[in-house]
């Protein structure tokens, strides 16, 4: 099942927080936590820039990942924050957009423990939360809830973190309870309406032998799916400026291996190609979290 599962999350995922999807739910009886706002710490690294050297600009013809997807319109793609890998060039336009994501506050890890978490349970839940079965708010939850209850891909390894320190924990587990950590995101938080966005620069490739990724879900306190995936990929900043003006500096990821996720799910017809022909790239949306080991001296 887990093979089958494949790209399935991560358009669910981008379907709710491109589109700034909120529940306004009614506040908890117990005192919420304060949610610390985690900075992105940004850094160059001298590690080899393998993205900038596929094509340059406009004209250029330097592109290690040819395929058909050149002949494929990509904007409904882009849209939603996926793109090829030779659509990551400067000079190049994407439909993009931005929107501001609300972020409830985490719970304390003793509350977050004390409240079921599971769709078995989501009648008392909804009762508990004051939230009517039929409302786009009951929808949401089941929908966070089936996710986090579905199976894993094959090389994934996850959790719904539904406190700081479940999250702390699993980032500690994955990149090492020694190690200082970096954390990458998209800026600004301010957002940036959908038009189109000329890419500026591509940044050298952030070092990240392992990665943990956060991804915020529609649920009356803050959970967040985080996961890493034993995969090679590859992790960036593109500088970006919208026709209004507006400047965004997204963190980008590209998948090279492909091979395991879904050949029916619609992004694969956008971009024109199919798992395993090419690496599959998308950008952060706001308030999701790249967690990286930040490099020594001797990785420098």
């Given at each position: 099942m887990a093979a089958k599962l494949g790209l399935w999350f991560l358009p669910f995922l981008l ?181 189109n966005y000329t890419i500026l620069k591509v940044s050298e490739d952030i070092y990240a032998p ?69 690496p599959l790239c998308h950008f952060f949306p706001l308030k999701n979290l790249m967690w990286v ?8």
């Amino acid at each position: 099942m887990a093979a089958k599962l494949g790209l399935w999350f991560l358009p669910f995922l981008l379907f709710f927080l491109m589109n700034g999807v909120n529940i306004g739910c009614r506040d908890l009886k117990a005192e919420l936590q304060g949610h610390t706002e985690m900075n992105s710490h940004h850094g160059n690294h001298n590690k080899p820039n393998y993205l900038i050297g596929y094509k340059t600009n406009t004209h250029g013809s330097d592109n290690d990942f040819s395929s058909s997807s050149t002949n494929v319109d990509h904007t409904e793609a882009f849209k939603v924050g996926y793109f090829a890998m030779d659509d990551l060039f400067v000079g190049n336009i994407m439909t993009l957009q931005f929107p501001v994501e609300e972020v409830p506050h985490f719970l304390s890890k003793k509350q977050a423990d004390s409240i079921p978490f599971s769709t078995s349970q989501l009648p008392s839940l909804l009762q508990l939360f004051s939230i009517s079965q039929d409302s786009p708010q009951a929808k949401f939850m089941r929908d966070t809830l089936e996710l986090c209850e579905a199976g894993m891909l094959t090389q994934e390894t996850r959790i719904c973190a539904n406190s700081l320190d479940s999250m702390l924990e699993f980032v500690n587990n994955i990149l090492g309870s020694e190690e200082k950590h970096n954390i990458y995101t998209t800026t600004p938080p301010s957002g940036a309406p959908l038009q189109n966005y000329t890419i500026l620069k591509v940044s050298e490739d952030i070092y990240a032998p392992k990665w943990v990724a956060c991804h915020p879900l529609p649920y009356p306190y803050a959970v967040y799916y985080c996961h890493f995936i034993a995969t090679n990929t590859r992790i960036f900043k593109v500088l970006l400026v919208g026709e209004n003006g507006d400047k965004v500096e997204a963190l980008g990821v590209c998948h090279l291996d492909t091979s395991e996720f879904n050949p029916n799910h619609v992004i694969f017809k956008q971009l024109g190609f199919m798992p395993g022909e090419a690496p599959l790239c998308h950008f952060f949306p706001l308030k999701n979290l790249m967690w990286v080991p930040q490099p020594t001296a001797t990785t420098m």
